[in-house]
């Protein structure tokens, strides 16, 4: 009798932790606006180490790039918990394309352990 009502809780452990995972993957981002496009602010946060692997938008696909000392395309960022993206970071995304201030734009961040992140973020000075 006890093993199975350890079967039937064990659904109910493993979705709550699921639902723990999902609850710390988060970004607070906005975009701004440089010549030709715009470039990604902010902070993702992850709930483990892993790596961002594509920036999508409306406007099309961004740029990752790492700065140090001169910038580079690479094909992933990674993040250990969070990742510090700006114009003064080592890591940087980019947007190709004409934004004013005060537009939001959807973004879409895929990382590399199947995670899919949605924001908005409003493009800034």
């Known amino acids: 009798m006890k093993r199975r009502a350890m079967l039937c809780l064990l659904p109910c452990v493993l979705a709550g932790g699921h639902a723990q995972t999902t609850q710390s993957l988060s970004a607070a981002l906005n975009l701004k606006v440089m010549h030709g496009g715009a470039i990604v602010q902010g902070r993702v946060t992850v709930p483990k180490s892993d790596d961002l692997v594509g920036v999508w938008s409306s406007i099309g696909r961004g740029r990752l790039m790492k700065c140090a000392p001169r910038c580079e395309v690479v094909t992933s960022m990674p993040v250990q918990g969070s990742l510090l993206l700006g114009s003064d970071t080592g890591y940087r995304v980019v947007?190709?394309?004409?934004?004013?201030?005060?537009?939001?734009?959807?973004?879409?961040?895929?990382?590399?352990?199947?995670?899919?992140?949605?924001?908005?973020a409003p493009v800034v000075r």
């Not at 201030?101 to 949605?118: A, C, D, F, H």
């Open 95 to 120: 947007l190709g394309g004409q934004l004013a201030p005060g537009q939001k734009i959807s973004l879409v961040l895929r990382l590399r352990g199947g995670l899919i992140l949605n924001v908005t």
